[in-house]
């Protein structure tokens, strides 16, 4: 059984930092993709962040519009760990956030979530 398990959400005062952390119970190498999606009250989910994360991939990384200059996902392989370092964060960023992780062809698995406020 898969368990992704989220760290690191909290109060934040805009323009300040937080690290969110995605712990995974099997190596993340057998995932093709991590990422970390977002919801706000009132909004859908959406994709924030993503890097690939099996042994062969070259942890190439993808972000929204919105946080490319700001957040910064990366993994510890070691530690079957990804990060998601968000800085100079706004109030928009406001929302649970949520780890997810894919293998090709095969139903995805998600985190409870974690949530992040910040405060203008």
């Known amino acids: 059984q898969v368990q992704l398990v989220e760290s690191g959400g909290g109060l934040v005062q805009a323009g300040g930092s937080l690290r969110l952390s995605c712990t995974a119970s099997v190596s993340i190498f057998s995932f093709n993709v991590m990422a970390w999606y977002r919801q706000a009250p009132g909004n859908q989910r959406e994709l924030v962040a993503s890097i690939t994360t099996s042994a062969t991939s070259g942890g190439r990384t993808n972000y929204i519009d919105s946080v490319k200059g700001r957040f910064t996902i990366s993994r510890d392989n070691a530690k079957n760990t990804v990060y998601l370092q968000m800085n100079s964060l706004k109030p928009e960023d406001t929302a649970v956030y949520y780890c997810?992780?894919?293998?090709?062809?095969?139903?995805?698995?998600w985190g409870k979530g974690t949530l992040v406020t910040v405060s203008s």
């Open positions: 997810n992780a894919e293998r090709y062809y095969s139903t995805p698995y």
